[in-house]
């Protein structure tokens, strides 16, 4: 399982140009706010389209500038966690987990919905209101909802940012969890670096809207290249010195 990805994209002065290749793995896009990181989740995904480039997963094509092909979001059977979650207030917990199940017949939706409630531990919660369940219970619908038909890719714009501390350490274990069960490349964007040197498979540096790095997350913490982040010199100087 391969998502590769080479893009150009210009908007408002901010020009994106990035070549990545994601397997079956757990991939970080690290880097500060403005580098391009969510336009990149939206561009894979259909949200956005690139103004040159090509978009495939394991032998299918969903862009390709040069052919003509720019495949609905739809059909790129591409999970996606946005960074407010983008839950419905007025559904239930349960009919926001079945949105992400559209297009699939009444029995195995039914059973998708009893397997992924489980797997997800929401047992109970099935009749909540968002505005009714904890923060890392939203976390647990919203991924739900994403993984719920199966994808082929999931897609994650920094879920854990609105979260404690405490729950965010929460949340990346179930994370690893979620890795293990489902078995799908999954692609997490953030400009945490606890985040992005304890999840990560590999981390994808990013900067001024540039792949400057690509490798193993003590490959990548151990160089002096880092671009600027939003997180305090200290932690860089811990993690480059082993302390975690």
């Known amino acids: 399982m391969t998502l590769s990805a080479t893009l150009q994209k210009k908007v408002n002065g901010f020009s994106l140009d990035i070549d990545l290749r994601v397997d079956n793995e ?50 790129r059977n591409i999970g996606y966690v946005f960074q407010d979650l983008a839950l419905f207030p007025h559904l239930s917990v349960q009919d926001n987990i079945l949105f992400g199940a559209k297009g699939l017949d009444k029995a195995l939706k039914k059973k998708r919905l009893y397997d992924i409630v489980s797997i997800f531990h929401l047992d109970g919660l099935e009749d909540k209101f968002p505005a009714e369940i904890s923060g890392g219970q939203k976390q647990r619908v919203a991924l739900a909802r994403a993984l719920i038909r199966g ?14 501390t405490e729950l965010r350490f929460t ?31 590999n981390v994808i540096v990013y900067s001024n809207g540039s792949v400057v790095q690509i490798g193993k997350p003590q490959e ?13 010199l200290f932690f860089s100087y811990m993690f480059t010195r082993g302390f975690f």
């Open 220 to 232: 990548v913490f151990n160089t002096q290249t880092m671009p600027d982040c939003e997180t305090p």
């Open 171 to 201: 949340m990346r274990n179930f994370l690893r969890d979620v890795r293990k069960e489902f078995q799908v490349p999954i692609i997490l964007v953030t400009h945490d670096i606890f985040e992005a040197y304890s999840l990560a498979d």
């Open 26 to 75: 757990l991939a970080v896009i690290f880097g500060p706010s403005g580098s391009g990181k969510s336009m990149t989740l939206q561009l894979i995904s259909g949200l956005m389209q690139p103004d040159v480039g090509t978009i495939s997963f394991d032998g299918s094509i969903f862009f390709d500038s040069g052919r003509g092909i720019n495949l609905p979001a739809r059909q």
């Open 151 to 164: 994808p082929a890719v999931l897609l994650l714009d920094e879920p854990f940012s609105s979260l404690d």
